[in-house]
Nanobody
Framework: QVQLVESGGGLVQPGGSLRLSCEAS????????IGWYRQAPGKQRELVAGSTGSGVTNYADSVKGRFTISRDNARNTVYLQMNSLKPEDTAVYYC??????????WGQGIQVTVSS
């Protein structure tokens, strides 16, 4: 059974930093593409950053230069380092693991609030 568990969210002031973690179990982590998505109230879920199984990364334009996705395949964990946070980064952040043949799974989501 696939399980993705996010951690590291919370309340931070504008300009601050947070690091989200997503630990996976029940999958061969290294072959999955891992993505961080977010959904703000009243908005659609959007891709924030992704990392393929081979380590290629991609980012939404709105977070380029501020967010960094990384993965530790030995620990079955992917991280999202978020710097220079803005109020518009406030959302529920979700971890997703996807494979073209094996399907995809979502974490339960974690709240990130950027506010003074």
């Amino acid at each position: 059974q696939v399980q993705l568990v996010e951690s590291g969210g919370g309340l931070v002031q504008p300009g601050g930093s947070l690091r989200l973690s997503c630990e996976a179990s029940g999958i061969m982590f290294s072959i999955f593409d891992i993505g961080w998505y977010r959904q703000a109230p009243g908005k659609q879920r959007e891709l924030v950053a992704g990392s393929t199984g081979s380590g290629v990364t991609n980012y939404a334009d709105s977070v380029k230069g501020r967010f960094t996705i990384s993965r530790d395949n030995a620990r079955n964990t992917v991280y999202l380092q978020m710097n220079s946070l803005k109020p518009e980064d406030t959302a529920v952040y979700y971890c997703n693991a996807a494979h073209p043949l094996l399907g995809d799974s979502w974490g339960q989501g974690i709240q990130v609030t950027v506010s003074s």
